[in-house]
């Protein structure tokens, strides 16, 4: 495992530029283009705090952070980063940053009680929030659903319910009427994936169940909640954009043989089939009930054609590859790789995985929208030394993943823009607040933000950017 000293010498070896400065993207990237949107993305949970204030009521993860050994170091998103009462000091660090866009999430049962009632305090925190952010001219792109359903939603089934994806309907109803004019983007869920197989198949995240069954139907019904709550975001806010945000995965293959570039084939089919086929194909790939038998989601007539109404772009959130072989029957199993540069989650750095999953998703799909990198990002273990956070690693990542996404621009794929994960350090789900994703060092003790080198080096580029003519 190559730690970070020699991963930058690496990269610097690749490029001589990076002496001088390791960040700013080579004269003919995509990346100048004015209108290629660089901004900054958070969520809900991970940031806001103030889990019982006006109003709010607790969300799967409040209870299941709750839960003994379920979070590390029992770390719960209780105060996080508390930005429900820092947001204003927050949007001025993202602003000086020159951060052009600012992805967010909106927290359900911060808005919304169990019968439906809006709560206008927590209405107004995000009408606040946005109003904010347009004044200083960041562009605001807002995820429905990152993660945090509420419990008594959960206490019904959940997503097991199907009743669930019409409350969300309701829920985006509600919040487009509200917030129409302050978004610009608006996106129905994130990281499906994740709330079907982490939360439902293998119970890693909230709410913890662990069935192969379940999965595929919570992912049915989120699916049909995305598709249930477009139209009605397209009434509400015409001017806005709407769309959906995915978790890609990379597999490659350990070997040569057909058996490993089938299971190869499967890791993609199970992390990016499963949701983009029925969106973009309307209906679930075929392999995937090989991979797993037995596990055909209850699928209602019509609900194909609502889950695959045009969108107006796609999200990808990409992080690192996985290498597989096949596991002797049908399925794959996880070969790690020797040697290769990871980061403090142990994930591989694998910038080319980026480019080939955009440029695929081209060549599968052929009605495949605009896409915005909604999260692409690193943890490291950073420090703040002498009131600085020099944070070498993550510099020559995202140069690395930014080239990428040059390549597949190049290459003919439509990527309007990208945004880092994360703006701050934050609550990291099952990891708890040792994984540090920030371009902004949040020290949890005393609130205190640090920008690292990374946020300094995007910074410049920035300006260096808005001053050509
Ligand atoms: C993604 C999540 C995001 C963050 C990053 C590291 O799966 O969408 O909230 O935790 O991973």
């Known amino acids: 495992m190559a730690n970070d000293a020699s991963a930058v010498s690496d990269a610097i070896s690749r490029d001589p530029d990076a002496l001088a400065d390791p960040f700013t993207p080579p004269a003919d990237s995509s990346l100048w283009r004015k209108n290629f949107l660089l901004g900054a993305a958070t969520a809900s949970y991970q940031i806001e705090g103030a889990v019982d204030e006006d109003g709010r009521l607790p969300s799967i993860w409040d209870t299941f952070s709750a839960t003994p050994g379920k979070v590390l170091a029992g770390d719960t998103g209780a105060v996080a980063c508390d930005h429900y009462h820092r947001w204003e000091a927050d949007v001025d660090m993202l602003a000086s940053l020159g951060l052009e866009g600012y992805r967010l999430s909106i927290a359900w049962p911060r808005v919304m009680d169990a019968a439906g009632v809006p709560n206008r305090k927590g209405l107004d925190f995000y009408k606040r929030l946005l109003n904010r952010l347009k004044e200083k001219g960041i562009t605001t792109s807002v995820t429905l659903y990152h993660w945090d359903l509420p419990q ?49 198949g293998n119970g890693h995240h909230a709410p913890g ?14 699916l049909l909640a995305h598709g249930l709550a477009v139209p009605v975001l397209r009434a509400n806010d015409p001017a806005s954009q709407k769309g959906i945000v995915a978790n890609i995965g990379r597999g490659t293959a350990n070997s040569d043989s057909a058996a490993d570039q089938r299971a190869a084939h499967l890791f993609e089919v199970q992390h990016n089939a499963w949701i983009l086929d029925p969106l973009f194909k309307g209906a679930y790939p075929q392999d995937l009930f090989e991979l797993w038998p037995g596990t055909e989601p209850l699928v209602l007539d019509g609900d194909m054609q609502t889950i695959s109404a045009p969108l107006d772009f796609l999200g990808i959130n990409y992080y690192f590859r996985t290498n597989v072989a096949s596991d002797g029957a049908h399925g794959f199993r996880d070969v790690p790789l020797e040697g290769v540069e990871r980061t403090q989650m142990g994930w591989e750095v694998y910038p080319d995985g980026l480019r080939d999953v955009l440029t695929g998703f081209k060549r599968t799909y052929h009605n495949l929208p605009p896409i915005y ?42 990527i309007r823009g990208y945004f880092l994960w994360s703006l701050m ?3 990291e789900w099952a990891f708890g607040y040792e994984r540090r994703f920030g371009v902004v060092h949040v020290d949890y003790s005393t609130q205190k933000r640090t920008v690292k080198r990374s946020a300094e080096l995007v910074a410049k580029f920035l300006k260096e950017r808005k001053a050509r003519v």
């Open 425 to 427: 350090d934050n609550f």
């Open 152 to 200: 008594h939603l959960e206490d019904r089934g959940g997503w097991l319910n199907r009743d669930t994806a019409y409350r969300f309907a309701d829920y985006a109803d509600l919040m487009s009427r509200e917030l129409a004019g302050t978004v610009d983007a608006w996106a129905t869920l994130n990281e499906p994936w994740c709330s079907a197989y982490l939360g439902y």
């Open 209 to 222: 169940l662990a069935d192969g069954r379940f999965a595929t139907q919570a992912m049915h019904h989120l």
């Open 373 to 414: 990198i909604t999260e692409n990002g690193m943890a490291s273990d950073d420090k703040v030394i002498d009131g600085r956070v020099d944070d070498t690693q993550r510099i020559s990542f995202l140069k690395r993943h930014l080239a990428a996404v040059d390549q597949a621009i190049k290459a003919g794929v439509d």
